[in-house]
């Protein structure tokens, strides 16, 4: 007989791990060459990743308060089925599958095999075959259990933290030149604007925790602090590692190379460096993808078990108790946007389409705290409501500024969205 619900084996360490994990990406090593070129002075690039990353702390602030409220599996898409109603909840975890998540690990799949190029050259059709293979090897981790998931996740957290932690503490106290001193250029607001959205998107993935709600012990407790530790432990390394690229290069040489990370590393550690910051970037990926991995598939499952996805969806495992069918469609879908780099059209429009839903969201908090005063609130937003407008704010002048920045892929996500709608009201009517 199959369990009725997924059961909670996640801890305190290993719900962390996966903020923490999924979180941290290449982005750190890549996205500072793009803000130095908006952002021409040190302390105002630092300062952009402190101010982002608060940003992104705020936002975690909302789905704590919302998580240990709804303490149940697919996380985001309960909590918007709750506060706005199934249908949004619907086009939220739709949009999720189809587009924003598939997208998002196909990527992260293709960029692994191109720095996994960097140790082994590959041609065309092994790279395709290494990305099929990386993608059947995560699904199947995950497949066995939430246990073996959360043990591969925070082994690859350790190893990209402690990656992390080499190259910093060699620019902080290692012997190597100082960058040469330069006079910093003139800070606009655009000019920030543009380098906050860099930022922004380095921080993506703290939301990916409230999918497991439902497999969180002690929930109403552990997932707010998991939340909150987990950002701030991403913050505390991103702006040290932030810190360390400008004590050894100088922001024109940031600007001027789109891999910052491998030059520090060159600079501090020697000809060895680039290949460190390569196997640093293959184990960010790693933990990336598995956290991804992980957690999106339980939005569906939730979905399903509310009649509102394809039933199969559903099916929990009689011996490893997972949503074994959502992983693995999730992973057939995901390897095949690779595998015909239909990924890369879709990302153009993913990000527009989660932040419309993360300041749905985000919102929910208001809504919720109006239409059900009464329901019992382990964790109240910190900060509310300023913490909760400025998050709702910038998430949603996020998706304002895409329409006028590339209002093509703007429209093409809000349309794919929309296009949910009659879906959802031909599920509803077959229930």
Request: aromatic share 14%; with cysteine.
């Amino acid at each position: 007989m199959q369990p009725a619900e997924l059961p909670r084996k996640l801890g305190l360490f290993d719900s962390a791990a996966i903020v923490v994990g999924t979180i941290i990406g290449a982005g750190i090593f890549l996205v500072p060459n793009l803000v130095a070129r908006s952002l021409p002075s040190a302390w105002w690039i630092v300062f952009a990743w402190v101010f982002t990353g608060l940003l992104s702390f705020f936002g975690a602030l909302a789905y704590a308060e919302l998580g240990a409220m709804i303490p149940a599996t697919g996380g985001q898409y309960a909590f918007l089925r709750e506060a706005w109603g199934p249908l949004f909840g619907f086009l939220c975890g739709w949009t999720y599958f189809f587009v924003v998540l598939s997208a998002s690990i196909a990527w992260l799949s293709i960029t692994f095999v191109t720095y996994l190029g960097y140790f082994i050259p590959m041609g065309p059709m092994l790279c395709k075959a290494v990305t099929v293979a990386l993608l059947g090897a995560v699904t199947l981790v995950n497949y066995r259990g939430v246990r073996t998931g959360a043990v591969v996740q925070n082994a690859f957290t350790a190893i990209k933290v402690a990656a992390l932690a080499v190259l910093i503490g060699a620019a902080f106290f290692g012997s190597h030149a100082p960058p040469p001193v330069e006079a910093p250029g003139p800070i606009t607001v655009s000019g920030f604007g543009v380098a906050m959205i860099s930022c922004v998107l380095t921080y993506d993935g703290w939301v990916a925790l409230s999918f497991m709600a439902g497999e969180v012990k002690n929930a109403k407790r552990n997932l707010p602090l998991a939340l909150a530790l987990g950002v701030t432990a991403a913050i505390a390394i991103y702006v040290l590692a932030i810190m360390a690229y400008v004590r050894v290069l100088s922001v024109s040489e940031i600007a001027g190379t789109a891999r910052v990370g491998a030059l520090a590393a060159e600079r501090v550690l020697g000809a060895a460096g680039g290949k460190f910051v390569a196997f640093a970037i293959l184990m960010s990926i790693l933990g990336g993808l598995n956290g991804w991995t992980m957690t999106a598939p339980r939005i569906f499952f939730a979905q399903a078990r509310d009649g509102l996805f394809f039933r199969q969806f559903a099916a929990l495992h009689p011996r490893f108790e997972t949503p074994y069918i959502s992983i693995v469609l999730f992973g057939a879908w995901s390897a095949l946007l690779a595998l015909t780099g239909t990924y890369e059209t879709l990302a153009s429009y993913a990000m527009f389409a989660a932040w419309v839903f993360y300041a749905l969201t985000s919102l929910g908090v208001i809504v919720l705290r109006r239409t059900q005063p009464d329901r019992p609130r382990p964790y109240r937003m910190t900060g509310y409501p300023v913490t909760l407008a400025v998050f709702a704010l910038v998430a949603a002048g996020f998706a304002v500024n895409t329409f006028f920045a590339t209002p093509g892929p703007a429209i093409i996500g809000s349309l794919f969205i929309l296009s949910g709608t009659p879906v959802y009201y031909w599920w509803k009517s077959r229930g």
